[in-house]
């Protein structure tokens, strides 16, 4: 069991097969249970699971994107499909381009785009719909040294207004983004604490 505080960055832990993707799969909804409860935003997964992940942004490991789309395209669709108001779908997709990066990429074809761009395309996504709850699995993955900085820096600045769990690999990487350190192994909770600690 373990909990995430509102506006609280926590990083995810653990060696490969420690559970951390099967956990966020299931608080995400892409998963269920075989038993125990999850809660996002107080909106039970099993009860209310349209509501619970209404209040979600997820960016799986490797985000699938279409190649035949531009990133406004793209994002519009997302939007849409997230029942993101029409009025508000041109502020939301500048806001969630600009923190990402992604301003002046709008008419760009997502194929012709490298890794990092996918990375960030696939975080406006997450962002357009203004979700209180960010999961993000492996972020950095794939990315170059500036990439890896820059997305480091984006999610760091999404602190407060935005609940992030975060998995990774490295421990360096848990330290100078997240407030607090989960590390799992064989599905159970190994250590809960402060990075420092």
């Known amino acids: 069991s373990f909990s995430v505080a509102r506006?609280?960055?926590?990083?995810?832990?653990?060696?490969?097969?420690?559970?951390?993707?099967?956990?966020?799969?299931?608080?995400?909804?892409y998963l269920a249970p075989?038993?125990?409860t999850a809660e996002i935003a107080g909106f039970d997964l099993s009860r209310d699971s349209l509501q619970a992940?209404?209040?979600?942004?997820?960016?799986?490991?490797?985000?699938?994107?279409?190649?035949?789309?531009?990133?406004?395209?793209?994002?519009?669709?997302?939007?849409a499909l997230?029942?993101?108001?029409?009025r508000r779908r041109r502020d939301r997709l500048a806001e969630a381009k600009s923190l990402c990066g992604l301003a002046e990429a709008g008419r760009l074809m997502i194929g012709r785009?490298?890794?990092?761009?996918?990375?960030?395309?696939?975080?406006?996504?997450?962002?357009?719909?203004?979700?209180a709850v960010l999961i993000l699995?492996?972020?950095?993955?794939?990315?170059d040294p500036n990439q890896i900085r820059a997305m480091r820096?984006?999610?760091?600045s999404l602190a407060g207004r935005h609940t992030i769990l975060l998995s990774t690999h490295f421990l360096a990487e848990a330290e100078m983004v997240c407030q607090r350190v989960?590390?799992?192994?064989?599905?159970?909770?190994?250590?809960?604490d402060e990075p420092a600690n």
Not at 15 to 21: I, L
Not at 53 to 77: K, M, T
């Open 34 to 36: 075989s038993f125990g």
């Open 153 to 156: 820096e984006l999610i760091k």
């Open 53 to 79: 992940r209404r209040q979600i942004g997820y960016l799986p490991e490797n985000a699938a994107l279409p190649h035949e789309l531009r990133v406004d395209e793209y994002l519009s669709f997302r939007a």
């Open 182 to 192: 989960l590390i799992i192994n064989r599905g159970r909770i190994a250590a809960c």
């Open 82 to 86: 997230k029942d993101v108001p029409r």
């Open 113 to 131: 785009l490298s890794r990092g761009y996918w990375q960030r395309i696939a975080l406006a996504d997450c962002l357009v719909h203004e979700p």
């Open 137 to 143: 699995d492996e972020p950095t993955i794939g990315l």
């Open 7 to 29: 506006g609280e960055v926590v990083g995810f832990l653990g060696p490969n097969g420690a559970g951390k993707t099967t956990t966020m799969r299931i608080l995400a909804g």
